[in-house]
């Protein structure tokens, strides 16, 4: 089963992803480019070189996919289960962030959004909570009208903002589209 953006268990299967992938494309534009100095007496004038080149590009691609998330990684079971259990009705939980910006890589551990709200909690090593919680509240801002979002440093507080969340109705439509931006930043 695939693990979409979001998912528990997701930096890991990243991780995994994206290493596999570098080595994939290493090989195989290694043996093309050996395969065409066999075929074309040890020249590398050929066109077998510019496919080799070639496969350099997406195998870059999982390279820095894979740097980006190494320091991160994937929350517990028990972490999970636990915000899991208060999660209220008509919120989704996405876990396993690491959202860039132009400026910065950010990681965060939880992320719930319905009723109005986007409630997350950073990761524990992550100090740009002030930078996080604007980066988050102006992209939310241009999907979702009255939109909260609420950026905490500690699950404790997380936790708690979570048995605080008033269900209430909202338009389902942007709550797909802030579901959305939020699933779009995530590496």
Not at 16 to 28: E, W
Not at 30 to 43: C, E, H, P, Q, R
Not at 70 to 97: A, G, I, Q, W
Request: aromatic share 10%; with cysteine; charged share 25%.
């Amino acid at each position: 089963m695939k693990v979409q953006r979001g998912d528990f268990g997701y930096i890991k299967a990243k991780k995994k992803k994206s290493l596999t992938g570098t080595l994939c494309m290493a090989a195989i534009g290694v043996a093309i480019f050996l395969t065409g100095l066999f075929l074309n007496k040890m020249s590398n004038r050929n066109i077998f070189t510019v496919i080799a080149i070639l496969f350099v590009l997406p195998g870059a691609k999982f390279l820095v996919a894979y740097i980006v998330t190494f320091p991160y990684h994937s929350v517990s079971t028990e972490r999970y289960d636990r915000v899991k259990k208060v999660l209220p009705k008509k919120m989704v939980l996405y876990t396993d962030l690491v959202i860039t910006s132009p400026e910065k890589v950010m990681n965060l551990d939880f992320v719930a959004i319905g009723n109005g709200q986007v409630v997350g909690v950073t990761a524990e090593k992550e100090k740009e909570l002030s930078y996080i919680r604007n980066y988050l509240t102006k992209g939310v801002q241009n999907w979702g009208n009255g939109y909260k979002v609420k950026i905490v440093d500690s699950e404790k507080l997380f936790i708690s903002e979570l048995e605080r969340v008033e269900i209430c109705e909202v338009d389902e439509e942007e709550e797909k589209t802030v579901k959305s931006y939020i699933t779009s930043l995530i590496v």
